[in-house]
């Protein structure tokens, strides 16, 4: 492969890296949405991407691996960070329907009507 040839040869991978990347910072910040609204983006991408990458593309794809495990370590904080708020909503609901006057346990329906 000459040089001429070898930048776009490694397009496709150096965009999984780039996407990648913006993955890690969208994790890192706890925007769900912005990862959701990336999904079509990454399929693009990765679909560009020749299945038999040049040797060039090594560091690339180590690269875009290193980013992807990164981004899932900072989803799985994200994820056991909501699990946690839910809990803790759930406890305060708990203690909020605690402090509630007694609830009467005669029908409320207004049977003369």
């Known amino acids: 492969m000459n040089d001429a040839s070898e930048p776009a040869a490694l397009?496709?991978?150096e965009a999984i890296v780039n996407v990648a990347r913006l993955q890690l910072e969208l994790a890192t910040a706890g925007d769900v949405g912005g990862l959701q609204s990336l999904a079509d983006t990454w399929d693009r991408v990765a679909a560009d991407a020749p299945p038999q990458p040049p040797?060039?593309?090594?560091?690339l794809l180590a690269e875009a691996a290193a980013l992807g495990?990164?981004?899932r370590v900072a989803l799985l904080g994200l994820h056991a960070a909501m699990r946690r708020d839910a809990g803790l909503a759930a406890q305060a609901s708990r203690?909020?329907?605690?402090?509630?006057?007694?609830?009467?346990?005669l029908p409320r329906v207004d049977r003369g009507a």
């Open 69 to 71: 495990e990164r981004t």
């Open 11 to 13: 397009a496709p991978y």
């Open 95 to 105: 203690a909020a329907r605690g402090y509630a006057p007694p609830v009467s346990l």
């Open 55 to 59: 040797a060039q593309a090594a560091s």
